[in-house]
């Protein structure tokens, strides 16, 4: 069974810093992708950042400049530093995957693989 487990969310102030942690575990073959997204509530999901696995990034425009994602391939985990929060980034955040597996001999893609999600609240 796979599972990806967040961490590192909280209630901060406006233009505080939260770093958020994605560990992957459960017969990982290999991890292709891993990304944040998060949803704020009455909204729709929308990707954050992500990082492939040979290191290439993407941001949405809004944290450009404020938010940092890294992963450690050999940890298979994922790390997103937020830094000058503001309101507008209250929101679950979700950690995802792209993954493969080796489970009892049976190989399987999971190409979008999420966690349960962490919640990350900044007040004015």
């Known amino acids: 069974q796979v599972h990806l487990v967040e961490s590192g969310g909280g209630s901060v102030q406006s233009g505080g810093s939260l770093r958020l942690s994605c560990v992957a575990s459960g017969g990982i073959f290999r991890i292709n992708s891993m990304g944040w997204y998060r949803q704020a509530p009455g909204k729709q999901r929308d990707m954050v950042a992500t990082?492939?696995?040979?290191?290439?990034?993407v941001y949405t425009d809004s944290v450009k400049g404020r938010f940092t994602i890294a992963r450690d391939s050999a940890k298979n985990t994922v790390s997103l530093q937020m830094n000058s929060l503001k309101p507008e980034d209250t929101a679950v955040y979700y950690c995802?995957?792209?993954?493969?597996?080796?489970?009892?001999?049976?190989?399987?893609?999971?190409?979008?693989?999420w966690g349960q999600g962490t919640q990350v609240t900044v007040s004015s």
């Open positions: 990082i492939t696995d040979g290191g290439t990034t």
């Open positions: 995802n995957a792209d993954l493969e597996t080796w489970i009892n001999g049976w190989y399987s893609r999971e190409p979008n693989y």
